[in-house]
């Protein structure tokens, strides 16, 4: 069927990544995409016209994840050289470099208020951080493979997480324990999140399938089987009603959840679809892959009442009580393929009007700010540029300013000057030495922590091998 004026187009993309793009984020503001890729490298890109895009240097290996904070001044990203960074979003490549994982990350995810970072890694942990002080607080541990995505729900009281173990578990982050747990045994998930009201979870199969469940009554409410290829990753529309998935299949599909069924396909990509992501007004939705493009959608879809759930989710936050979850229809589980009238859209066989695709790239060198205390900025913003507000941490604070900019009324104030600071030299080489005691104390933890994981695995291999030999006796007794 052809496409109609109410049905997604495709807007604009943009090039400038040399390898598969692996994850992407709209800002909070929804002016800025950033996007991470195989090619080691995270970009941020402006919606504005004829803007600059920034590329961002500092991990050694596959960027594998990234997001935006919710307060939209900071962007959390994931690598396969085991470490997260915290970037500062200006041109002196400021960021706070995170090691504890022993093995590749694989996801970063900020909670509702900015004030913790989860993240997922090959370790087979879930590590949550204070993003206030900057500081590791503690591992979830029940998986027995690699762990491929953690997030937080809505409300910040629980975290969903899936590993290639082909289990998806639920977490409270009060009790710290497993609360849930839900169990596939055709494939694992590539993908997982909350549904914006918090009262469900999605799930991206890399059995070809996308899977809705109900965390209150531990059922499966919907069964999606529309691609034919694994799913690597899903997003709901802000409005919960909505959910778009990207495929290895190399097409990006829209499904509607209030009717159950598959609504659009979009054949943009060429090769695999790895990343999809909606605006936080719900009127775009990027899509990257294997293509290196960045595709960016707009839609028409209704959005009447979006906000009212999450609004009412952060009012929850601070809450002493159990997390209330909204009520939603409960549908019994049905699956779905793809029998009924669907629309497919093909954006290289229609004539667009599309935006320039390849805007100029400055280069930003990461400073990391948590191993080097005598450092000069790598570059200074120009005259009337935006400065990012810094998080309030003392760590991500500029070091220097070499010249007096122009700023909004919005802006935060220049940093203070060296003579301006009364912190003796001696008590910064103390700071600075208790900062490495800690790194080194906290690789130490890693690595009992890995080894405690390693012995549960031998520990159930031996208890499977004794339940083997003690049936085996009994059969021939």
């Known amino acids: 069927m052809a496409s109609g004026p109410e049905d997604p187009i495709l807007e604009r993309y943009f090039k400038g990544h040399k390898a598969a793009i692996t994850s992407a984020d709209f ?41 935006f904070s919710p307060q939209g001044n900071l962007l959390a990203s994931a690598s396969r050289d085991k470490t997260v960074r915290l970037w500062v979003l200006d041109r002196k490549g400021k960021s706070s470099e995170f090691k504890a994982h022993t093995a590749p990350v694989r996801s970063v995810d900020f909670s509702a208020d900015g004030q913790f970072l989860v993240t997922a890694s090959e370790d087979k942990s879930i590590k949550v951080w204070s993003m206030y002080r900057q500081r590791f607080l503690y591992s979830l541990y029940r998986h027995t493979h690699w762990v491929r995505c953690a997030k937080f729900s809505p409300d910040g009281r629980l975290i969903v997480s899936c590993s290639e173990d082909k289990t998806i578990k639920i977490w409270d982050t009060t009790s710290k324990q497993c609360v849930n747990n839900f169990s596939d045994s055709v494939g694992f998930a590539n993908f997982v999140d909350f549904s914006p009201n918090g009262t469900c979870i999605a799930s991206a199969g890399s059995d070809h399938a996308v899977r809705i469940w109900d965390i209150r009554m531990n059922r499966l409410l919907q069964h999606y089987q529309v691609h034919s290829c694994g799913v690597n990753c899903l997003s709901f529309h802000p409005s919960g009603n909505s959910l778009v998935t990207a495929s290895s299949d190399g097409t990006v599909k829209i499904l509607d959840l209030v009717e159950g069924r598959l609504i659009y396909t979009l054949q943009g990509h060429t090769g695999p679809v790895f990343t999809v992501s909606f605006s936080k007004d719900g009127e775009l939705f990027t899509s990257g892959g294997a293509d290196a493009q960045v595709l960016v959608w707009r839609t028409s879809f209704n959005q009447v ?27 019994t589980p049905h699956g779905h393929e793809d029998k009924r009238e669907t629309i497919e859209i093909n954006p290289k066989l229609e004539v667009m009007d599309l935006h320039s695709s390849s805007p100029p790239v400055v280069d930003v060198l990461s400073f990391d700010s948590t191993t080097t205390a005598d450092s000069t900025c790598r570059a200074v913003p120009g005259k009337g540029e935006d400065i990012c507000r810094y998080f309030l941490n003392p760590l991500l604070m500029p070091e220097c300013s070499s010249t007096i900019m122009k700023k909004k009324p919005e802006d935060v104030g220049d940093p203070p000057s060296e003579n301006q600071r009364s912190v003796p030299l001696a008590v910064a080489d103390a700071l600075e030495h208790i900062m490495e005691q800690l790194n080194i104390l906290t690789q130490t933890v890693s690595i009992l922590e890995q080894r405690l994981s390693l012995t549960e695995d031998k520990l159930k291999d031996c208890l499977e091998n004794q339940q083997k030999l003690f049936s085996v006796i009994q059969q021939k007794s």
């Open 27 to 67: 800002s909070p503001n929804c002016k800025q995409i950033a996007t991470a890729s195989w090619d080691t490298f995270l970009m941020l890109w402006s919606l504005k016209p004829h803007a600059r895009a920034y590329r961002y240097v500092g991990h050694k290996d596959v960027v594998t994840s990234l997001q």
């Open 305 to 331: 009442h979006y906000r009212d759930p999450s609004k009412r989710n952060l009012k929850r936050l601070h809450l002493e009580a159990s997390p209330h979850l909204l009520d939603i229809y409960p549908r």
